[in-house]
């Protein structure tokens, strides 16, 4: 029973090995090759070449939240679409209706955005 259980421990194990050990070495060789003196340019804060001039917590615009969400919405539609044209043969005119009511849906959504002006960048 637990046999079926070491791919996934080898599975885990690797991607911990994966994302550990080239920190550990950097460390490791930054500590033996390394020439480590920070100074105030270093330790500086590097935003776009300029000096940061605000607060980190500063407030966004809700529109930048807004498009970044109607972006990952629109990118789901489009990865929805592989899957059902590589098997629509196979699901036939049931799995076609389906998918343009899926696009409907999506299409009305749109739609109402535009009319919104959530798509509007100012």
Not at 13 to 26: R, W
Not at 79 to 92: H, M, T, Y
Request: charged share 20%.
């Amino acid at each position: 029973m637990l046999e079926n259980y070491f791919p996934i421990l080898i599975f885990i194990a690797v991607g911990t090995a994966i994302g550990v050990l080239p920190l550990v070495a950097s460390k490791v060789l930054t500590v033996l090759l390394g020439d480590n003196h920070p100074d105030a340019e270093k330790l500086s804060p590097y935003e776009c070449g300029f000096e940061a001039f605000e607060d980190a917590r500063m407030k966004f615009d809700v529109r930048y939240y807004l498009v970044a969400i109607l972006f990952i919405l629109f990118d789901l539609e489009i990865a929805f679409f592989f899957p059902w044209a590589i098997v629509l043969q196979e699901i036939g005119w049931f799995g076609f209706w389906a998918m343009m009511v899926f696009l409907g849906i999506l299409v009305a959504g749109f739609i109402y955005e535009w009319k919104k002006g959530a798509l509007d960048w100012e």
